[in-house]
């Protein structure tokens, strides 16, 4: 069954409003109720799941299973939504169960802030997911702060060397081989070239001063 119109829409937003009090419920307590902290975190993310659904039109879920099945099937199988971020709502799911219905369990501080954390990530890759982006796995995030940082670092040491060497030099040839680097960088990253020029002028004018040199020594 799918919901007609834009009800799946304004179904979906209620969800995501619930999954926001749970998590702002699951931090006012977790010092006092480590394990009903837990229970809301999952909470959280199951009411995030179910607002996916609903945003894609389905409204053939009835428990908590089938959500967590449907959810799987229509993002996690499908490579829209890394395993890994799943899984943090898998464990959850786990470890509600025990503080539900297991009177020896007995959750940290530790622990109920970790779940909350997770499901903040999680609440965060589901409204990427519903507005159409990209979610990255965290290997792919890494990476990319990586370049992002060494990017940062290229850029800082064109700016402090700007104008100071001329082409044909070998500090010349160490700035031409940054400003190379930096467009390797953005392109691994998806910019395009043109915003790419915009985010690096100084490594623009490198490569534009080696052109010329180029042309004058032809």
């Not at 501080?109 to 999680?122: V, W």
Request: aromatic fraction near 8%; hydrophobic fraction near 35%.
């Amino acid at each position: 069954m799918t919901v007609k119109g834009n009800e799946h829409e304004e179904m979906s937003k209620l969800c995501m409003g619930k999954t926001r009090m749970a998590l702002r419920a699951a931090r006012i307590i977790k010092e006092e109720d480590p394990d009903n902290a837990v229970t809301l975190a999952y909470y959280g993310m199951f009411h995030a799941a179910h607002g996916a659904l609903l945003a894609e039109g389905v409204l053939s879920v009835k428990s908590h299973e089938e959500v967590n099945n449907k959810f799987s099937e229509i993002f996690v199988r499908t490579g829209k939504l890394p395993r890994e971020i799943f899984n943090m709502m898998e464990e959850a799911w786990r470890d509600h169960h025990k503080a539900e219905y297991d009177p020896k369990v007995k959750f940290s501080l530790q622990e109920a802030n970790k779940h909350i954390e997770n499901a903040d990530e999680f609440w965060g890759n589901v409204e990427k997911l519903t507005a159409g982006k990209e979610v990255q796995s965290f290997r792919e995030r890494e990476a990319d702060s990586k370049r992002q940082k060494r990017l940062a670092e290229l850029d800082e040491d064109l700016q402090h060397s700007k104008n100071k060497f001329s082409p044909g030099t070998m500090e010349f040839q160490a700035q031409y081989n940054k400003a190379n680097e930096i467009f390797r960088l953005e392109k691994e990253r998806g910019t395009d070239d043109e915003e790419a020029k915009h985010r690096h002028p100084e490594a623009v004018a490198v490569l534009v001063q080696a052109v010329a040199h180029q042309f004058h020594h032809r």
